[in-house]
């Protein structure tokens, strides 16, 4: 089971209605965030999940709606006496930056680890295993280096009575097997998980795209999510040639990335700051893309596992 | 005349409920900030004053509530379309914190100057003047270098016919020596401003304090306030030993140093998020001070000139 809350939707600026966009992801016990602008920690505060157990910061790029609330999230980190390290991933440069923003957030009593993405626009999408969070990066099309994410939480199958026995597989060994995951060698064989265990179930998949153009594999990376937030800052067609040429998308184009992709739910969110009623322009985005939904702060979804 | 507005009460972290401590001072079109943490470009477009007039930002000290807003408000002033040069004052130390936080706010369409205000604990005040902000800056005593605010306007004197007439002063002189403040020679005689107008007049005065203990020049420096805005981390005697072990002050002390001073008003902030009922603190504060005021967020008031 997975718990994906909607920290923010607004683009650009902070407004006194609505928090910068921002994503958290809870799973395990374990919380992932994806951007962090100026305020991020108070819609936080106000969603009450706490800080403590924030193991990852995800950052697409550098502008300051996206970073700028690094350093008194940090602190609040480090309030919630959190001493277990934390990982930052972003695109090229996130050391600089990060030691930047840090020369305010200076003495925490916990350890800050940084991985940079490669980024190569329009490339391909890299991979990385932090805990249970399986995260895709994808490089995205804005202006300077920026990255697409998916999180995705693998299931394994269900143990196999008849696979075990079919094996030869010594029930001794069955529970280690199915729960260690680990090959086990006697007497000069070796039993593997795969003998006692049936085919990995669906995985939980969630995805984020902004700010960007339309990139050509960004349906290809999204493909399988149950959650795909993307960006739209206006949802008047009337808008495209102004927010393609800020290197944004509207609402259209991420509904028909989401259908592309075949996502099971679209969530709207990076509204232009002149966008106050995002929910007026949601009809043409459903025409396309039916499972569309206007992103709100703090909207939250409960996603399980399939059975 | 001048308009002081608080546009936030908080210490150490932003709460949904409150912006973090910092004041603006807006006089004769010019506006002046003292203390920007994460948010308080939000509750500057609340209050509505606008970002485009801000030629001057005052920093006390280099803890993230007080700073950490700097590179969202330089976006949100690029944004109001500012292009003169925009001035930072602040203890040393500043130029490498703003260079930090900048990194995120590269490419703003006019200049940042940074000025550091030299920092001896317990030493004499500075002063500089910035436009017709007459800043001074007294050394504090907090868990580093930090600085309580002075900000006067001075006002002359009113044109006096008679000291004119016996001065021998000739009639066409008078308007170029009351406005233009020059002295001006005619045959071989030095006709100067002093000869035709009357003493100056009272100034208007507006200090401000926090982070710190109290210090003994304090209450020199903020004399003649017509507003002292102090910290006030609690306001409960009992919280007094671990508020001083933080290097903060309590309602009582804030009182004692309004009332040494013989300042006309005192507003209490930087309250501890702990303390989220200001108000039923204040009896004892009145007490010793009757002119204390529990500031809130936004909270304005107007200060003319007497006559």
New interface residues.
Partial sequence: MLDAALLGTGGM????TRFLTSLMLRVNGSQLVVDC???T??TM??LGWGYKNIDVLCFTH???DH???L??LL??IN?SVRREPLTLVGPPGLK??A???????KELEYEVNIIEIPYRRFGPPESIKLGDHLIGALPLDHRGPCLGYSFEYKRAGLFDVEKARANNVPMAFWSRLQKKGEAIEEMGVVYKPEMVMGPPRRSIKVSYCTDTRPVPNLPEFIKGSDLFVCEGMYGDIEMLPKTASHKHMIFQEAAEIAKEAAVKELWLTHYSPALTQPEQQLPVARGIFPNTVCGRDRMVKVINYED
Avoid: R, S, Y
């Fill in positions: 600026t902070p407004l006194p602008g100026e305020g920690q108070v505060k106000l550098f502008h300051a970073i700028a609330g350093p008194g602190h609040a309030t600089a930056v030691a930047g923003l840090m020369v305010i957030a």
